[in-house]
């Protein structure tokens, strides 16, 4: 397989990733809005980990966060060029580097664990593997290398 | 002369076949030396995308953890807090002056109640306790606007049991409220069966409660009535955990305060929401 349609490939799961992250994050951020108990399934205690503390950053939930998140990455991943792969590994690593401390926040602080934002999590980590990989391999543009393309 | 001829075309070929070797040599050395440069320009690139992330995880997380635990809140003020036991000296500042019945903390006439489900073992009860709950007491209860309740579902086990059951005789001693604030200074590691008898006496002690009295009546069937009296509350509003924020008007029903436990400001809006109906 050429290295060209690794990449598609890859891009295409990110696009689902992020997709499905965002559904997530919508619903965190909706529940939290709301008010309302979210759906926890899994012995979880989803209630507790979103009215915890640790539920926002300086004022704003960190549902919403994710949520933008997500968007931002979607968006990275239509844009052309080594901008949009640097764009979308920066802001999956560092939502991954987030989640990943929200997750020892739950365990050790929190004593309670939210299925969603474990779902999220894993979103998110999936998302950095991906992108780091396309930020690595993809094949650049043309105009990129100042290399003719040889058929 | 045809001999010739054909040498000559021979050689030509090999010369053209020559110079399209070379020239795809050229383009695969290129090729690879821009793969290699590329190669290179991403590694780069994914440094600064790493240090760019760290440094914005790092400053997410200094953000998120920077309002907990500064020596102002009481929470930090725990290791160097004052009196014989730990929030002795705190929880006396707080209450002095207050009336006190059973679980019920202020003016019996306040024209708003603020109903607390807890659990003397819960980590975030501690939290509300220690930051937000002073700030309460302060400008609703000592006014007069607000009468708290303290409804310890006593849930997570054994020792939130036996910890509900002295808070109840401390109740009956007019003193919940120094006995539940101390405890809450002092709390350890929920289940590890750390509250025993002499570790309650000792914050009954410091509590203003006597402890061999408070002793007895822990023992009786009485001392378990304010535990089932607010799960059968907990239930009626579909409570499941703890801290739960209620507030509503006096001799009315209840409104559930989506508030976090050291959201004071959440809280406050709640109670002047009710008090404005006054």
Known sequence: MSSGRVDAGLRLAAIVLA???????????????????????????CEKVQTSEWSKLAGVPVALLGLLGYVAIL????????????????????????SAYLT????????????????????????????TVRLLRAPAAPSEEGVPYVG | MRHHCGVSTSQK???QQRREAARQARLEAERAAAL????????????????????????AIVVSSGNKNDSSSRAG??????????????????????????????????????????DLQCPFCREYALNTMPVLVQDYV????????????????????????????????????????????NQGQENTGYVTDKFLAKIAKAAGVDPVKAKAYADTPAADQPRQVATA??????????????????????????????????????????????
């Open chain 2, 233 to 278: 509350l907990a239930q009626r509003y579909d409570v499941t955990s703890t801290p739960t924020f209620m507030v509503g008007r006096r001799g009315g029903g209840l409104a559930k305060v989506p508030a976090a436990p050291t959201d004071t400001n959440t809280l406050k809006a709640a109670i002047d929401g009710q008090l404005k109906g006054t």
């Open chain 2, 142 to 185: 000592r006014t007069g606007k607000m009468r708290m309740e303290f409804r310890d579902l006593a849930f997570i086990g054994k020792d939130s049991e036996k910890a509900g059951r002295w808070a109840a005789a401390a109740g009956q001693q007019g003193k919940l409220w120094n006995f539940s604030d101390i405890f809450y200074f």
């Open chain 1, 104 to 131: 020892y926040r739950e365990l050790y602080s929190i004593d309670a664990i939210c299925p969603w934002c474990v779902a999220s999590a894993v979103i998110m980590t999936l998302l950095a593997i991906v992108t």
């Open chain 2, 36 to 59: 290699s440069a590329r190669r290179k320009r991403r590694l780069s690139m994914l440094g600064a995308v790493l240090g760019l992330a760290a440094v914005l995880v790092v400053v």
């Open chain 2, 77 to 118: 003020k725990v290791e160097k807090a004052t009196g014989a036991i730990p929030g002795q000296t705190e929880s006396r500042e707080m209450l002095t002056g207050i009336p006190q019945q059973g679980m019920y903390l202020g003016n019996p006439k306040a024209p708003v109640r603020f109903v607390e489900f807890a």
């Open chain 2, 13 to 15: 070929q090999t010369k």
């Open chain 1, 75 to 98: 968006a990275s991943l239509f844009v052309r060029g080594e901008g949009g792969l640097m764009a979308g590994a920066l802001l999956s690593i560092a939502g991954f580097g987030f």
């Open chain 1, 19 to 45: 997709l499905v992250g965002l559904g997530v994050a919508a619903y965190l951020t909706y529940i939290h809005y709301e008010g309302i108990k979210p759906v926890c399934g899994l012995g979880g205690d």
